[in-house]
């Protein structure tokens, strides 16, 4: 099944930063946008941050401020920085890449989720 995939979750310290990612499926010609959502235990899946084209970005209000989205467009990749952890952060982190995609001679338009990354903010 094809997938976006996000790396870089991991055990952070309250205050302290982490960037994770998110790349698009193989053969990626150009992501048109990502969005970042998180679902803590017991919770919903919320929207924390995305962004479409190269320049409009939003944010939840929660992380306004700390987080900042960002892309490599030669890489086919959005990164997420996250700084000033709280541990209300802590959740599983995923994305939803929307993309172009190249397969034999033809373009399409995809829009995959990725497994998920958890980040867990504890001292």
């Known amino acids: 099944q094809v997938q976006s995939v996000e790396s870089g979750g991991g055990l952070v310290q309250p205050g302290k930063s982490l960037t994770i990612s998110c790349s698009g499926p193989?053969?990626?010609?150009?992501?048109?946008?990502a969005y970042w959502y998180r679902q803590a235990q017991g919770k919903q899946r919320e929207l924390v941050a995305g962004?479409?084209?190269?320049?409009?970005?939003t944010y939840a209000d929660s992380v306004k401020g700390r987080f900042t989205v960002s892309r490599d467009n030669a890489k086919n990749t959005v990164y997420l920085q996250m700084n000033s952890l709280k541990p209300e952060d802590t959740a599983n982190y995923y994305c939803?890449?929307?993309?172009?995609?190249?397969?034999?001679?033809?373009?399409?338009?995809?829009?995959?989720w990725g497994q998920g990354t958890q980040v867990t903010v504890s001292s």
């Open positions: 193989e053969n990626t010609i150009n992501i048109n946008a």
């Open positions: 939803n890449a929307k993309v172009k995609y190249v397969v034999g001679n033809f373009d399409f338009l995809g829009d995959f």
């Open positions: 962004v479409a084209n190269d320049v409009a970005t």
